[in-house]
């Protein structure tokens, strides 16, 4: 069961733009360390970037220059911004949370994900 709701995503031509975005739902408040992965259809899934809280950030080498992770903690949302898209870059990505804080504020030590969603790149 997903505890992230994903938005964003589709289909784009080579080198356009899209944003994914990652929200709290259910009884999740706000979101730990988070990161975005993306899978193939029988592949691993691999990790794309990473963001603490406080905003320290860490970009694959695969992905570095094209995609820009970001949070708003006040929002409680976690953004990717992939720029410069490529054929190579179609795959499903999913957001997760390393941890998280309910409702009440109590810390849920465990790791949440997103349903996933689909990026096509092609002309």
């Known amino acids: 069961q997903a505890h992230l709701v994903q938005s964003g995503g589709g289909v784009v031509q080579p080198g356009g733009s899209l944003t994914l975005s990652c929200a709290p739902t259910g009884n999740i408040f706000s979101l730990d360390s988070a990161s975005w992965y993306r899978q193939s259809p029988g592949k691993q899934r691999d990790m794309v970037a990473s963001?603490?809280?406080?905003?320290?950030?860490n970009v694959s080498d695969s992905v570095k220059g094209r995609f820009t992770v970001s949070r708003d903690n006040g929002k409680n949302t976690v953004s990717l911004k992939l720029n410069l898209l490529q054929p190579a870059d179609t795959r499903v990505y999913y957001c997760?949370?390393?941890?998280?804080?309910?409702?009440?504020?109590?810390?849920?030590?465990?790791?949440?994900w997103g349903q996933g969603t689909q990026v096509t790149v092609s002309s």
């Open positions: 963001i603490t809280r406080q905003g320290v950030k």
């Open positions: 997760e949370s390393a941890g998280a804080w309910d409702l009440g504020r109590a810390y849920l030590p465990n790791p949440y």
